[in-house]
């Protein structure tokens, strides 16, 4: 069953395997996973879980925040230290998005 979320989230791994002009070999490498696997993310039948994210940061730079929504959040910053990444801070802010995202749904039940 294919999500809309994790959808729209292979669809900028598409863009973000391009920009870097990796194939899906390359992405399936960085991720820790099989090609097949990393396909079936790019295609959406997949999500991402939080070491996926933290890894395409620490390898590619890429912001968690641009895959879960599709736009760059500012506000954050995940300072890397010595080439590491603050993962308790990234964990934390995405923890509190996604907090925030369930207070919102639940809300306007």
Known sequence: M????????GKRLLKIRKVNE???YDMAAILGISEGHYRKIERGI?????PKLLRLYEKL?????????????LSTAYT??????DRKKML???????????RNSTDLS
């Open 61 to 73: 730079d890429v912001d968690p925040m641009y895959l879960l929504l599709g736009k760059l959040d």
């Open 46 to 50: 997949y999500g991402l879980d939080i």
């Open 2 to 9: 294919i999500y809309e979320e994790n959808e729209m989230i």
């Open 22 to 24: 990796l194939d899906y």
């Open 92 to 102: 934390c802010e995405l923890l509190d998005f996604c907090i925030r995202e369930i």
């Open 80 to 85: 890397k230290i010595s080439g590491i990444v």
